[in-house]
C-alpha cells in the first residue's frame, strides 16, 4: 500500500492509511490544480516505479475511477465495504460535514464503485478488521 502514509490525527488516531503520494495527486486533480494529462503522468511515473506488487487505499479513487482505470485496465480490486452509518460518521466528524452532505457523497461514492467495477471482490470491512485482530493477537 506504500511506505509514506497520510498520518494519525485527532480524527483517526490509529492512522489513515492511505498512501500519501497518491493522496496527494487525487486531491490536487479533483481540486483542478492539476490537468488530467499531468496527474496521469505522475500517476503512471510513481506506479512504474513501485516494483512489488502494491494498492492504493483512497475513497478519491472512486471519483477518478474511469481515469485509474484507464491507466491500469488489468488491475486486480478489492472493494471494502464499511457500514454506510460508519462511513457517514467518520466523515462528519474527519471534515465537520453535514450528515446529509456525507450521504450524498458515500452514495455517489458507491455508485461510481458500482457502475465501473461492479466485478470488483467484496470485502467487508468489519471480517477484515476481525482478521487483522486475531493475526495481532497471535503474533503477539
Not at 494519525?8 to 481540486?31: C, I, M, Q, Y
Not at 494529462?37 to 510513481?46: A, L, P, S
Not at 466523515?91 to 450528515?99: D, H, K
Amino acid at each position: 500500500m506504500g511506505r509514506s502514509f497520510i498520518p494519525a490525527n485527532a480524527t483517526n488516531p490509529l492512522g489513515h492509511w492511505e498512501d500519501k503520494t497518491f493522496h496527494d495527486l487525487n486531491v490536487a486533480r479533483l481540486s483542478g490544480a492539476l490537468s488530467a494529462e499531468t496527474w496521469q503522468r505522475c500517476v503512471d511515473r510513481v506506479a512504474r516505479r513501485r516494483v512489488e506488487p502494491w494498492g492504493v487505499k483512497d475513497p478519491r479513487i472512486a471519483d477518478l475511477l474511469p481515469e485509474y482505470l484507464g491507466l491500469f485496465p488489468g488491475a486486480t480490486v478489492l472493494r471494502c465495504r464499511r457500514p454506510r452509518h460508519d462511513v457517514v460518521t467518520s466523515m462528519c466528524r474527519a471534515y465537520g460535514w453535514s450528515e446529509a452532505h456525507a450521504r450524498q457523497i458515500v452514495d455517489r461514492r458507491e455508485s461510481a464503485l458500482d457502475h465501473h467495477v461492479p466485478w470488483a471482490t467484496d470485502i467487508r470491512f468489519d471480517v477484515l478488521e476481525e482478521t487483522l485482530d486475531a493475526a495481532i493477537a497471535c503474533a503477539a
